[in-house]
């Protein structure tokens, strides 16, 4: 069971994907919430704009160092 705890806290196989992950599902979170009517255009397209920006910041950084090396 230790074991089982330690890879789901450390992230397992998905462990360079969480920012990924957690990106799509907050943008399908949003897309979902404005689909059922619970936000408005405006509050969809800043959580999908800020979403998104993390998700290219995150690979940006991976690339940076793989083109300068």
Request: proline content about 0%; charged content about 15%.
């Amino acid at each position: 069971m230790v074991i089982f705890m330690k890879r789901i806290i450390r992230g397992g196989y998905l462990s360079g994907y969480r920012t990924y992950i957690i990106s799509a599902t907050g943008i399908l979170s949003a897309i979902g919430a404005y689909l059922v009517g619970d936000t408005d255009l405006f509050t969809m397209l800043q959580a999908i704009f800020t979403l998104a920006g993390i998700y290219f910041l995150r690979r940006s950084n991976e690339t940076k160092g793989k083109n300068n090396g």
